[in-house]
């Protein structure tokens, strides 16, 4: 049996996502967003916040 790489990482991820909570998701998300934020320098944060929400400074 061969399977192309791209469709079992696919099926793979739908099948993890369908496991999931919306607590699960939820948490997810933002574990994922404070790792990719604690990553940037302050200059780079502001950056960013200035880009998607200035309000919030």
Same mark, same amino acid.
């Given at each position: 049996?061969?399977?192309?790489?791209?469709?079992?990482? @696919?099926?793979?991820?739908?099948?993890? *996502?369908?496991?999931? !909570?919306?607590?699960?998701?939820?948490?997810?998300?933002?574990?994922?967003? $404070?790792? @990719?934020?604690?990553?940037? !320098?302050?200059? @780079? *944060?502001?950056? @960013?916040?200035?880009?998607? $929400?200035?309000?919030? *400074?």
């Amino acid at each position: 049996m061969t399977i192309i790489r791209d469709d079992l990482q @696919e099926q793979f991820i739908q099948w993890d *996502l369908s496991q999931m !909570s919306l607590d699960d998701l939820q948490k997810y998300f933002v574990d994922m967003q $404070n790792a @990719e934020l604690d990553s940037l !320098s302050d200059d @780079e *944060l502001i950056d @960013e916040v200035k880009q998607y $929400n200035p309000s919030l *400074l």
